[in-house]
């Protein structure tokens, strides 16, 4: 990409425009275009993105928001960063993506808002969410910052809740050379609500009067250039990740168990997650053998001391605090090869506790 990534360089710097301007309302209008949604609102990166998303619902002090267990700090911290609690539930044991029985059993007199992470690329069960938000009149937020271009029931992700936040960090399936985040969504209403906020609070008629006291979260034109250079090739990207974890479903060992996908589901694999019994054993064959590999996450949201309140000890929560102790991420880019694949998991396989030869 360095030739296109080059001449968007240079025409951002001759536009002179380097926070908002042309690029960034070029990309906010093709990324919506691509989420299947009326609006796309550019800010300074995911965690303020979902932030904003709540802070225009309305959501606020004395107010609880459902969110998963399983899941990177940023959702709660969004929900914190309002002033509402966040309402850890558990997560479903194949897939690790909210439990629509989870979160209906966690509604309160406080609960306003749901937030389902799209976790490691694959769309949660927002049908069966959204039956249950909808009983108790409740939003559904998409967290969607690891799922750009997923699919569930031929929707995609950002167009099914009311609205969802997108993080654009480099290695993200779409990743700026920095910071970057979107809030898609279909209403006119609530983008402009999160427009305003991001910048300053400003009016729509005069710049110089702030009628909310908002913040400074805006996509730098940069980014937004090095961003729709990479939209173009994000479904072929996305593409390769698909078939890289197809081939690791077939090479695995018995010991080494892939994330289970919805048969709805077209998810993007943003990262190549296994549940292995024995991690310290698997992940040092790993380093070994030269091969990378990470962990997200080995500590599940609700055991957080960031979140623990009153000096109450955490909730048990069975599934995501087994999934804590047994993930594994495994190499995955849309540049990664069948010969790498293969390397993969004969190392795997060599390691006994994961059911492969001596």
């Known amino acids: 990409m360095r030739a296109e990534l080059d001449e968007a360089w240079h025409r951002t710097l ?37 932030e904003l998303v709540l802070e225009a619902l309305g959501v606020g002090p004395g107010d609880e928001v459902v969110v998963p267990a399983a899941t990177f700090v940023a959702t709660a911290e969004a929900v914190v960063g309002v002033g509402a609690v966040p309402r ?31 976790l490691y690329g694959q769309m949660a069960d927002l049908e069966a969410l959204a039956r249950v938000t909808d009983r108790y009149g409740l939003a ?34 779409l990743g700026a050379l920095g910071d970057g985040g979107a809030v898609v969504t279909g209403d006119d209403a609530l983008a402009a609500r999160v427009r305003r906020a991001a910048d300053h609070g400003r009016s ?103 979140f623990l309140r009153d000096g109450r000890p955490p909730v048990p929560l069975p599934v995501a605090d087994a999934a804590a102790r047994r993930v594994l991420s495994l190499p995955m880019s849309p540049t990664l090869t069948a010969e790498q694949v293969e390397r993969v998991c004969a190392v795997l396989a060599s390691v006994p506790a994961l059911g492969g030869a001596a």
């Open 14 to 50: 001759g536009s002179g425009r380097f926070v908002g301007g042309p690029e960034v309302a070029a990309f906010e209008a093709e990324f919506a275009a691509y989420c299947e949604a009326a609006n796309c609102v550019g800010v300074g990166n995911g965690t303020d993105a979902l």
């Open 88 to 118: 850890f539930v558990d997560v479903d044991a194949d897939t690790l993506l909210l439990d629509p029985a989870a979160v209906e059993a966690a509604i309160g007199p406080r609960t306003v808002a749901v937030v389902a992470v799209h």
């Open 140 to 173: 559904l937020v998409e967290d969607a910052a690891q799922a750009h271009g997923a699919r569930l029931s031929g929707r995609r992700a950002g167009s099914v809740g009311v609205a969802a936040a997108f993080s654009f960090y480099p290695g993200k399936n």
């Open 204 to 306: 729509d008629d005069d710049r110089h009067l702030h009628v909310v006291s908002g913040r400074n979260s805006r996509l730098d034109g940069l980014q937004a250039a090095v961003l729709r250079v990479k939209l173009r090739g994000l479904d072929a990207a996305n593409a390769a990740r698909v078939a890289a974890m197809a081939h690791y479903r077939a090479a695995l060992p018995p010991g080494c168990v892939p994330l289970a996908v919805r048969p709805a589901a077209d998810p993007v694999h943003h990262l190549a997650v296994v549940q292995v019994e024995d991690r310290a054993v698997t992940t040092r064959a790993l380093t070994e053998a030269g091969i990378g590999w990470g962990l997200h996450y080995p500590v599940p949201c609700q055991r957080q001391p960031a």
